[in-house]
């Protein structure tokens, strides 16, 4: 009965592979994002979506592709990826002010 | 840009005490205030919010907001081990939620 899931919770490939994450949620939720947190554990937001519309783009490499096909899914896709992508990758939902909810992350490591 | 400053630490406090949390914001239309927890290898989890100025308590946390100062704490009373872990203060407008770095609390038994 998970709120935010995300697949696969661990990621291993090579550099300048192309890789999907998904991100499903079950909340009802209209807005849904991508974080990244870095080795040092820094949550940085990338992408914003609310009830399938683009609302927030950070600066992030164009390599990097969101796609909400409605508002319970958002994916990620990494284009070309580079070893500087290493890094948990977040997916979260909310509605409205109320906090966020978080997926449990998945782990990318590019070698 | 909107930053979110917190003290990365690492605090320690003792078992039983109560430990203080700080955060200072820098966009003054700022409307919502969280703390979530993260425990090592695991996502963030909201333990509190806050809109109002002023106090809003829950069990054993209290968070605060000052909005003239803008700033936002967070405090734990009767600390336990089990609340050893990160503290992220978050700061939300328009659909854009800002994170501070984070400040790693370790409760000694």
């Known amino acids: 009965d998970t709120a935010v899931s995300q697949t696969p919770k661990y990621l291993v490939t090579q550099m300048g592979n192309d890789k999907s994450i998904k991100c499903e949620q079950n909340?009802?939720?209209?807005?849904m994002y991508w974080y990244k947190q870095d080795s040092k554990k820094f949550l940085k937001i990338m992408f914003s979506y609310n009830n399938k519309e683009l609302i927030i783009n950070e600066t992030v490499p164009n390599r990097f592709s969101p796609k909400s096909p409605d508002k319970a899914h958002l994916n990620l896709h990494i284009n070309s990826l580079e070893l500087g992508d290493s890094a948990v990758y977040f997916c979260?939902?909310?509605?409205?002010?109320?906090?966020?909810?978080f997926g449990p992350g998945t782990r990318l490591t590019v070698l | 840009q909107k930053e979110v400053e917190q003290n990365s630490g690492p605090l320690s406090v003792p078992e039983g005490a109560i430990a203080s949390l700080n955060c200072t914001y820098s966009d003054r239309g700022s409307q919502s205030f969280f703390w979530y927890r993260q425990y090592s290898g695991k996502s963030p989890e909201l333990i509190m919010f806050i809109y109002s100025n002023g106090d809003k308590e829950d069990g054993r946390f209290t968070a605060q907001l000052n909005k003239a100062s803008q700033y936002v704490s967070l405090l734990i009373r009767d600390s336990q081990p089990s609340d050893s872990a990160t503290y992220l203060c978050a700061v939300f407008d328009n659909n854009d939620m800002r994170f501070g770095a984070g400040t790693r609390l370790t409760v000694k038994p």
């Open positions: 979260a939902s909310s509605q409205g002010q109320s906090g966020q909810y």
């Open positions: 909340l009802g939720h209209d807005t």
